[in-house]
Structure formats: structure tokens, C-alpha cells
T-cell receptor
């Protein structure tokens, strides 16, 4: 079964450093998403991306965050100047078609630890 | 009122039991509803979409009650492997895809 893949599985970074999290969505999917989950808390939406542009973003997704699809397969989340509170699991997800009732399939996440 | 609310549990049930979880949502314009399961420190895995007419997948049955704004998940003949946290997820108005997750209900199936 096709799956969303994410790298790295664990990233440790000093506060203030930039970090890039990578995702390869399922190949025929059109919508891509980033979510995060702080330890012990709920999964929170960050951003969705379609047709090479952001289609929705949450209040969490401020100016320190950006997303990009640099080539035909990768989808990245960049955090420009990391803060301690950015420590979380970051999940990439994708969904197949335009209809909003299509379920989202999640990758196994990147654990980001900010020191 | 929280956007998506779930009883955190834990629900401790013996193998073979039937267990049901509810999830309430606040946005009456919500269009799409899903159940995910999440094992400790892992990604949410899609369990099933929830359709207006209700739907079943093996031992799992999902229902939607739009009037009362809740969805439910029924698990029959619980297995040890069903032990996990069950997350409900709701998206917003028509065309919006951002999922709002509940905090999850923890299920522990005991031998």
C-alpha cells in the first residue's frame, strides 16, 4: 500500500537554527498538509498546499514557517528560527482528490527536539 | 465549547467486549468526519470515514448524528490489538480541508 514517507525520523536542533523537514506524499495525491503534535497534546493543523500554493493555514503557521514543493515528489516544511516550543512531532499528510471529504493519510512523523 | 471534544478515557475493557466512543463537534457546517487510531508516539492511522448513513467495516461501525453534532465509533469483539487512542477528526466548512482533531479516547483491551 502506498504511503507517505518523512525524513528525518528525529531531528535535534539548537534554538534559533533553521530546520527543514521533508516529506514524500503518496504519488497520485494532490493535496499536502503539515500537522504537529506537541507531546501529550492533540494533533494540530498547520498548513495545506495545493497546486503549488498554500490553500489554508492556521494561526500557528506564522512567518517563521514556510512550505515548498521543490520538485515533483518532495514537500518540505521549513522553520526559520526555531524556538523551544517548536519541539513536537511533525506529521505530513496527503489526500488524493479535490473533494474535501477525501481522507488524509499521514506519514510516520519527524520528532523535532529543540535544545 | 471546544471545537472537537472526546472523553479521554481510558476505557478498560476485556477482550471480546463491545465498546463505543462518542465525539462532539461545534461547527454545524462541518462536512467530513473521520476516525483515526493512534498508537503511542506514532502517526494517526485512518480507521474509517464517517458517512451520513452510517457505515461499517468489519468489527467497526461509525455513525453520524448531525442534529446533535456528534459522531460515534462502535468496536465489537474487542481484540488486544485494538488498544490505542482513537481520534476523531472533523473538517470545517465546504471546501476546507484542515482537520480539527479531538484529544482522543484511550482504549485498553485486557486479556
Amino acid at each position: 500500500e502506498p504511503e507517505v514517507t518523512q525524513t528525518p525520523s528525529h531531528q535535534v536542533t539548537q534554538m534559533g537554527q533553521e530546520v527543514i523537514l521533508r516529506c514524500v506524499p503518496i504519488s497520485n495525491h494532490l493535496y499536502f498538509y503539515w500537522y504537529r503534535q506537541i507531546l501529550g497534546q492533540k494533533v494540530e493543523f498547520l498548513v495545506s498546499f495545493y497546486n503549488n500554493e498554500i490553500s489554508e493555514k492556521s494561526e500557528i503557521f506564522d512567518d517563521q514557517f514556510s512550505v515548498e514543493r521543490p520538485d515533483g515528489s518532495n514537500f518540505t516544511l521549513k522553520i526559520r528560527s526555531t524556538k523551544l516550543e517548536d519541539s513536537a512531532m511533525y506529521f505530513c499528510a496527503s489526500s488524493p482528490r479535490q473533494l474535501s471529504n477525501q481522507p488524509q493519510h499521514f506519514g510516520d512523523g519527524t520528532r523535532l527536539s529543540i535544545l | 465549547r471546544k471545537e472537537v471534544e472526546q472523553d479521554p478515557g481510558p476505557f478498560n475493557v476485556p477482550e471480546g467486549a463491545t465498546v463505543a466512543f462518542n465525539c462532539t463537534y461545534s461547527n454545524s457546517a462541518s462536512q467530513s468526519f473521520f476516525w483515526y487510531r493512534q498508537d503511542c508516539r506514532k502517526e494517526p492511522k485512518l480507521l474509517m470515514s464517517v458517512y451520513s448513513s452510517g457505515n461499517e467495516d468489519g468489527r467497526f461501525t461509525a455513525q453520524l448524528n448531525r442534529a446533535s453534532q456528534y459522531i460515534s465509533l462502535l468496536i465489537r469483539d474487542s481484540k488486544l490489538s485494538d488498544s490505542a487512542t482513537y481520534l476523531c477528526a472533523v473538517n470545517g466548512d465546504t471546501g476546507r480541508r484542515a482537520l480539527t482533531f479531538g484529544s482522543g479516547t484511550r482504549l485498553q483491551v485486557q486479556p
